[in-house]
């Protein structure tokens, strides 16, 4: 492997839960405030840094690789917002070959093209594909490619579940070498009981919250311009939260190995969440359902 | 299984249904793999087995997956090398085997397969990842791969023929000694009028493989050789007549009778040929008399192998020629269900005398009930000589792997396999009587 250069940073969470909107605007914001930032989307859905390069379309590594052997860091990155330095992993065609492997390959590439030393960046995020289903998808927190890993969720338990996962995953290769855990962002903040519930799992966990991103329309405007609020709105309320969250991960090195609960005892916990929040307000509970 | 196998001899599924493939001539073989898997195939095994290795490297097509191939999918290479193969080697059937590699990432072999034969290619596939199991169970997956995929081929099934014989059970190289067995199974069936249909082996090709719903009965002589009875019970209803090992000796005339009850043959000819099998048999036995007691052939004896050698041989050593079975090591895994049965029938060869059996694949494990047992000759594989001179005991190579031996069409199965075997084990304690190993 490589010399490290900067640091290495990997989001985890739910698919669908905020991680590209949120890994974006962190990297808008530490590039806003003078940093070298290179965003890479290790999915093979391939839309990581979509609202960092004003919607355009960037070649993935994956794509590029299979049909060229040789192939330059010009060819599979963009600049983005602020001079991100914008890669797509990308991946197979949906229900062929194995994309977890392709992520492997794609990350170890970037390496042999001397991404790191090249462009010298002072941070590196991973955005990665949903739930940790297997190996493959746990590279950059495996064998020290990534120092941290922060999980994004909201207060639905499916994401909470999947938080869960990660934690197990970060659990079980943190001892050797792998990424601690960083924190927690909790995204999409609507429900009055939603920071609390989020505050609990993290305790329970032994992990904590770094910031609480409120759902807002800001996000989704901001999102079919093509731009992060950063970009977009920066002085709205919103565009401060995500420079909150980008300065935390900065200045603050605090890093732990979760303890995940095991599935009884989450589905224990789950199930006092729920009698809390039908008691307190009858009819949110339905609401659980959407983010 | 939760602990690890030391020199097992037991390779991947995929090496037992190449070697099925490869035993059967016109059968050309394609590995969709890596390209570890064919080499490893070759020094792993075929290279094993007493001279049965093809000439010079292994000349198996093999599709030679990279890393590219694992992350987007292998199938267009498969494709490709299925193309080149059908143009440049000339087959009757083309045998796809997988390896670990594509079958985890799931390339559609089935699919490639079906694009193969829509250009009139004859085309089958066996999915035979390592991880499915080891070389018996890839014997199976190939019969399977065979009994299932050739009437789609070849759509006509012919008659029942009352006196075709389907020989099932003996692995090509797992047991080395399988073309001499089967040669000689052959040559019994036909002195009391069947018709062997040995299915692997010279002049075994495709022809042999579309006659099997045409057979009379299965023979299965390996716990191996159940899955396809059962098979071709439920397709064609043949009946079949299931021992648990190679007939050895006497025991090859106790099976010649019960295929004469069962198939309604003439039991005068059946006698007659019994007879003179046995009264040569008795010959060399008289022949051997001196060495025998000169040598002092009577003693206890380790045997490593599988099921099917470890029954045939220590019944004809134990029961036939006073020699006394110490520890029988069982190394095929046979199913949990046989076990029990096979305990029994061994633990009674020499009644009141302590057989030791046990099921084994592990190498040191093997070594330390060798050693323990303190018999005083060792008939096991190549992996076994060291014990043997260790103990200082004299020494017959005859399971797989076998380093030391050449085997063309040698074999212990049947009355001639009985007097090979007294040969071989003569030779053995004679020139150990000597102070030399002989082989
Ligand atoms: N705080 C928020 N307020 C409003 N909308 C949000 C917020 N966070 C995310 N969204 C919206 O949710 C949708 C999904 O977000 P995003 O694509 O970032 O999720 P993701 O976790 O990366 O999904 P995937 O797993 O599919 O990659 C987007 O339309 C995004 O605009
Ligand atoms: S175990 Fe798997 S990788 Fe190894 S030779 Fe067998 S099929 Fe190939
Ligand atoms: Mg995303």
């Not at chain 1, 250069?5 to 914001?29: L, P, V």
């Not at chain 2, 498969?78 to 990432?105: F, H, P, W």
């Not at chain 2, 040698?410 to 000597?434: C, K, P, Q, V, W």
Request: proline share 5%.
């Amino acid at each position: 492997m490589s010399e490290k250069t900067g640091k290495h940073i990997a989001i985890y969470g739910k698919g669908g839960i905020g991680k590209s909107t949120t890994t974006s605007n962190i990297s808008a914001a530490l590039a806003e405030s003078g940093y070298r930032v290179i965003q890479i989307g290790c999915d093979p859905k391939s839309d990581s840094t979509t609202i960092l390069r004003g919607g355009n379309d960037l070649p993935t590594v994956l794509d590029t690789l299979r049909e060229q052997s040789k192939l330059r860091i010009e060819d599979i990155s963009a600049i983005g917002f602020g001079g991100v330095l914008c890669i797509e992993a990308g991946g197979p065609v949906p229900g062929v070959g194995c994309a977890g492997r392709g992520i492997n390959a794609a990350v170890e590439l970037l390496q042999e093209l001397k991404l790191f030393e090249e462009f010298k960046p002072d941070f590196v995020l991973y955005d990665v594909l949903g739930d940790v289903v297997c190996g493959g998808f746990a590279v950059p927190i495996r064998d020290g490619l990534a120092d941290r890993a922060f999980v994004v969720t909201s207060s639905d338990f499916m994401a909470i579940f999947a938080a869960n996962n990660l934690f197990k995953a970060v659990n079980k290769y943190a001892p050797s070498g792998g990424a601690r855990l960083g924190g927690v962002i909790a995204n999409s903040i609507l429900a009055a009981y939603a920071p609390a519930l989020i505050d609990d799992f993290a305790e329970k966990t032994g992990t904590q919250v770094i910031g609480y991103v409120p759902r807002s329309l800001v996000v989704a405007q901001s999102e079919l311009y093509g731009k992060t609020v950063i970009e977009a709105v920066p002085l709205s309320e919103q565009a401060q939260v995500y420079r909150n969250l980008a300065q935390y991960i900065d200045k603050n090195k605090d890093s732990v190995i979760p303890k995940p609960l095991n599935s009884p005892e989450l589905k224990k916990w789950a199930r006092e969440w729920g009698d809390r929040i039908f008691d307190v307000e009858t009819g949110v509970v339905h609401e659980m359902a959407s983010i | 299984m939760a602990h690890h196998v030391e020199g097992s001899r037991n390779s991947c599924a995929q090496h037992g249904a190449l070697q099925l493939f490869e035993s059967i001539e016109g059968v050309i073989p394609v590995i969709h793999s890596t390209s570890g898997c064919g080499v490893q195939h070759y020094l792993g095994v075929t290279r094993l087995t007493g001279g049965n290795d093809p000439f010079g490297s292994p000349p198996v097509s093999s599709s030679n997956i990279a890393e590219k191939h694992v992350v987007f999918g292998g199938s267009s290479r498969l494709r490709e090398q299925l193309k080149n193969t059908v143009k440049v080697v000339r087959g009757d059937l083309y045998a796809i085997v997988t390896g670990c590699s594509t079958e985890m990432v799931g390339d559609d072999i089935a699919a490639m397969t079906k694009e193969g034969r829509d250009q009139d290619w004859p085309v089958i596939y066996a999915n035979t990842p390592g991880f499915s199991g080891d070389v018996h169970n890839g014997y199976h997956l190939a019969v399977k791969a065979l009994i299932e995929q050739l009437p789609g081929i070849w759509q006509s099934i012919g008659e029942k023929q009352s006196r075709l014989v389907n020989v099932w059970g003996i692995i090509p190289n797992q047991d080395p000694f399988w073309r001499g067995n089967l040669n000689e199974l052959g040559r019994l069936l036909e002195g009391i009028g069947l018709v062997p249909n040995l299915l692997i082996g010279s002049g075994q090709g495709i022809a042999s493989w579309k006659q099997l719903p045409e057979a009379a009965i299965n023979l299965v002589v390996s716990p191996w050789g159940e899955l396809p009875a059962r098979m071709l019970e439920e397709l064609y209803s043949t009946p079949s007549i299931q021992l648990q090992g190679l007939p050895v000796g006497s025991e090859a005339g106790i099976l010649l009778r019960s295929l004469t009850e069962q198939l309604g043959l003439d039991p005068l000819r059946t006698e007659l040929f019994i007879n003179r099998e046995e009264a040569l048999l008795n010959h060399q036995f008289a022949r051997l008399a001196d060495s025998y007691y000169r040598a002092g052939f009577q003693r206890e004896f380790a045997l490593v192998g599988e099921s099917s050698q470890v029954v045939g041989i220590s019944e004809f050593l134990g029961k036939y020629f006073g020699l006394l079975p110490r520890s029988l090591v069982i190394t095929d895994n046979p199913p949990d269900i046989l076990r029990e049965a096979l305990i029994s029938r061994l633990s009674a060869i020499v009644p009141g005398y302590d057989t030791e059996v046990i099921f084994s694949e592990d190498r040191s494990e093997i070594t330390d009930v060798v050693r323990k047992g303190g018999a005083q000759l060792i008939l096991a594989s190549s992996l076994e000589l060291d014990v043997a001179v260790e103990s200082g005991v004299p020494f017959l190579a005859v399971s797989f792997p076998l380093a030391d031996r050449i085997v063309l069409d040698r074999g212990y199965a049947g009355y001639r396999g009985a007097t090979a075997l007294l040969e071989d084990i003569g030779s053995a304690l004679l020139a150990f009587s000597n102070g030399r190993y002989a082989c």
